[in-house]
């Protein structure tokens, strides 16, 4: 299974990742805020990726990293 990592408090909540994202398993966590006071986003379901990186070529700000 690919593993997702979110350096989150890098993250600015922009929801680029999760507009990118083919199997739209990933969204902003509602319930948190990180250092920079924004809800940082997060894999809601890491069983249902296909390792595609497309979250991580989208985000601007270099904040997630996909390994197969
Ligand atoms: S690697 Fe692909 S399927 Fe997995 S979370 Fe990122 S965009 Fe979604
Ligand atoms: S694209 Fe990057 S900065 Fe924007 S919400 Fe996703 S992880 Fe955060």
């Known amino acids: 299974m690919p593993r997702i990592t979110i350096n989150e408090d890098l993250c600015k ?34 069983s249902a990726c296909v390792g595609c990186a497309f979250c991580a070529t989208m985000c601007p700000d270099c904040v997630i990293t996909v390994e197969r």
Do not use: F, M, Q
């Not at 083919?22 to 924004?38: E, Q, S, T, V, W």
């Open 13 to 46: 909540g922009c929801e680029l990742c999760a507009a990118a994202c083919p199997k739209k398993i990933i969204a902003l966590d509602p319930l948190r805020l990180n250092a920079k006071g924004y809800h940082p986003a997060g894999v809601t379901d890491p």
